[in-house]
């Protein structure tokens, strides 16, 4: 139960991970942008 043990808040900071034991930073949600129209463009023609 020391800094070999990956379970523990120890172990993972010495190993530098995070997990259940030790959460990261949080991922925070992209703010909702509203999507501009694609423009219509007659390609190929």
């Known amino acids: 139960m ?3 043990d990956m379970r523990t808040r120890k ?3 010495y ?3 995070h997990g ?3 959460p990261g930073k949080k991922v925070a949600a992209a ?3 509203p999507k ?3 423009r219509k ?3 190929g023609k």
Do not use: D, E, H, L
């Open 2 to 4: 020391g800094k070999g």
């Open 11 to 13: 172990g993972k900071i």
């Open 15 to 17: 190993r530098g991970s």
């Open 20 to 22: 259940r034991t030790r």
């Open 31 to 33: 703010p909702a942008s």
């Open 36 to 38: 501009k129209p694609g």
């Open 41 to 43: 463009t007659a390609r």
